[in-house]
Every structure is written in C-alpha cells, then in structure tokens.
C-alpha cells in the first residue's frame, strides 16, 4: 500500500497557534508537468498528482483543467497559501508538457515574468522560473518517464493566466521581472506567517543592486523611509532597497555581498536598532519608550521628563517632550551613536554602515559619523 502523507506535516504551530500550511508556486508547476506528463504518456484522465517537496513533505494535489492533444497535454494546479495568503493564494499555474527527442526544455509563457536584469535568480532573458522549481520539474517529469518507460524528452512551458495582473501587487516590476510572476519556492511548502519569503525578497534586490555594480547601497524600511529619501539632494528614493523590518538580515546579507549601507528611517523604526533590536517588529520587540527615555536620561532629562516619555504612545509623542526641553537634538545624537554603535557590532566592521534618522513631524533628527560622506558617494555613484 502507498505511503499516504502524513497529516501532521500539513499544519504547524506559530506563537502558539496552529496554523496550516501551503505550497508553492512551484510546487504547483512541477505537479502540473507531471500530471500532464502522466496523462499523455499512459492515456489515463489524472485527477489528483502526488509530489515530493524539497522539505521532505508528500502532497496529494487536485489537478484541474485537464486537455490531451496529440503529443502535448496541458492541465493546471492551484497555489495554497495555506494560512500564509499571497497575492497568488487560488491562482492556477499551468503546465503544457510536449514529447520531444531528448531533454527536459523549460519555459515561462502568458503571465510568468522574464528577467530583466542581472543578480536574480535566472540569468537576463529567461523564465522567471527560479531554479529550485526547475529542479522539481525535471524529477516529477524523470520519474514519469521512469515509471512509463518512457526514453524520451518533454517540453515544458509553465504558464499563469492571471500573472500579468497579479505582478502588480508584487515586488517583481521593481526588481526587473516583466510580464507576470515569478515561479518560486525553495521547499515547496509555504509555511505560515514565514517571514522567509520577504527575506529572500529583499536579497533578490539586494542582489540586483550588486549586480548592477552598486557597492553601496541606500535602504528604508518602508514608503516613509523613500519619501524622506526622495527630499534629500543626492539621493536617488527610486534605487533604494526596501527592508522592511529585517534590519539584521539585510545587514547580514549586505556583509556576504561586501556593500556598504546607508540606511535611512523614520524613528519609529530605527529607535529599535538604538537598542540593539535588528527585527523591529512590534511581536518580537516594541521598547521604543525605553530606549528614548534612557538616551534622554543620559543627556539630563529629569524624572519627571522620563515619565511623560514613558507614557508616551508614539515616537512623535515623545519628541513633543523632548521638544519643551530643548532635548530633540543632543538625545537622538545619542540614539545615532548607539545605531551606529549596534550596526557595526551586527557587521563586525566587514562594511561601512550609515545611517539617517528623521520625523515626519520634526523632519531631519541626526546622521551617524559616515552618513554626509555615504550620501555624496551615492551623488557621485557609488
């Protein structure tokens, strides 16, 4: 009897809830073409695609749409994004798998992106098909062919009906990947309120950037952070990298491609990395208070002072207080050496880290050490 798979690997506990989880769009096109490949080679109507992920999990996918035509046969499965929904969670992924003499051919039509630029993970002018899901199509089609007899080779071509309209609410246009979405996945699985898949997104950018021979680069953790950005002379709001909250991450992966960074935030994110916190999101760490508090204490707010900061619901609030003291500036000077303080300790001194720190109320609040040098070599093009 065949292995079925295994209930417990189709949810997974995160902050103590269970949650399920999905797979990915890759994950769909390998099931696709084996599916397709199935049908064409053995003349049988294929219901449902059993595919073995790179993260070890068996799954059992419904397979849709099913036509046979000569020696080519095309079919569709559908993108789960289990608890973790997408832009592409419901979206079928096709696959139109053709005999031919020997080979596995692998391609991207209607709604699949073509690279555009260089650092991503295809080279320019292929199938934003990433090379994890080309890996488990060529299996799934080499298994089908093993277990048909089959001596052969297949032409796949992998396409997305809805993907040109679903790159829009994507990263894709920005990092040069044109026409539809990418076709993605390095388990297979997409896992619940993973934060892999935006990590590995802002290394994508990253890598793009480096690619185009940029060895600093300007990051914001967000549309605040460009805005700001886009006011600043010598700075260029459109080639900046976006981090979101992966502050740690970025600058990790920024050491591992030697650029340099100059990071511009708003105080509301960045106050964080003043105390050492490299994910600024509010579940792994607020302290926002704490940490502007003690850096007015050491530049000589009183208690009292202290008090209403800690009291305080937003960073403008607190600068509020700090404004009736003449405090702003000599407490984000010092905020801005423990940034610069921290983000070198992240980097261990392996590349140059700058850093920005303004309001969108009180505008420009300090510049770590390199910032004014960092900002005329992004003028001059770094």
Request: proline content about 2%; some cysteine.
């Given at each position: 009897m065949e292995e079925q798979p295994a209930e417990s690997d189709s949810y997974v506990f995160v902050n103590n809830k269970?949650?399920?989880?999905?797979?990915?769009?890759?994950?769909?096109?390998?099931?696709?073409?084996?599916?397709?490949?199935?049908?064409?080679?053995?003349?049988?109507?294929?219901?449902?695609?059993?595919?073995h992920t790179p993260k070890g999990i068996t799954l059992d996918l419904p397979v849709e749409d099913l036509t046979v035509s000569g020696s080519s046969a095309k079919c569709g499965v559908r993108k789960d994004g289990g608890d973790d929904i997408?832009?592409?969670?419901?979206?079928?992924?096709y696959s139109e798998v053709s005999l031919i003499g020997q080979g596995i051919e692998i391609d991207g039509g209607q709604g699949v992106g073509r690279v555009t630029r260089k650092g991503l993970d295809q080279p320019v002018g292929n199938a934003a098909i990433n090379r994890v899901p080309r890996s488990m199509i060529r299996e799934a089609l080499s298994d089908v062919a093993s277990a048909t007899g089959y001596g052969g080779g297949f032409s796949v071509l992998i396409t997305i009906p809805e993907g040109e309209e679903l790159a829009k609410k994507t990263f894709n246009p920005r990092l040069g990947i044109m026409g539809g979405i990418s076709v993605l996945g390095t388990s297979g699985i997409v896992e619940p309120m993973s934060e892999t898949a935006l990590v590995n997104t802002i290394k994508?950018?990253?890598?793009?950037?480096?690619?185009?021979?940029?060895?600093?680069?300007?990051?914001?953790?967000?549309?605040y952070g460009k805005d700001f950005s886009d006011n600043?002379?010598?700075?260029?709001?459109?080639?900046a990298v976006k981090c979101s909250n992966f502050v740690g991450e970025m600058l990790d992966y920024a050491c591992e491609l030697k650029v340099d960074v100059l990071l511009?935030?708003?105080l509301g994110k960045i106050v964080k990395v003043a105390g050492g916190i490299m994910n600024t999101h509010s579940?792994?760490?607020?302290?926002?208070?704490?940490?502007?508090?003690?850096?007015?204490?050491m530049v000589g707010a009183d208690i009292c002072t202290i008090q209403r900061i800690m009291d305080c619901i937003s960073t403008d609030d607190a600068l509020d207080v700090l404004n009736e003291f003449d405090l702003i500036e000599p407490t984000c000077e010092r905020m801005a050496e423990r940034i610069e303080f921290y983000m070198n300790h992240r980097t261990g001194g392996?590349?140059?880290?700058?850093?920005?720190?303004f309001s969108s109320v009180y505008g420009l609040l300090a510049k770590t050490s390199l910032a004014d040098r960092m900002i005329e070599e992004l003028e001059e093009g770094a």
């Open positions: 269970r949650m399920r989880r999905g797979h990915t769009t890759g994950t769909c096109a390998a099931a696709a073409s084996k599916a397709a490949a199935e049908a064409l080679l053995t003349g049988k109507a294929i219901e449902k695609v059993r595919i997408d832009a592409t969670h419901g979206t079928l992924v994508a950018e990253m890598n793009m950037r480096a690619a185009e021979g940029h060895r600093l680069l300007l990051v914001v953790p967000g549309n600043m002379p010598g700075l260029d709001a459109e080639s511009v935030s708003n579940r792994n760490a607020d302290s926002r208070m704490e940490i502007i508090a003690a850096n007015a204490a392996a590349i140059r880290t700058a850093a920005v720190v």
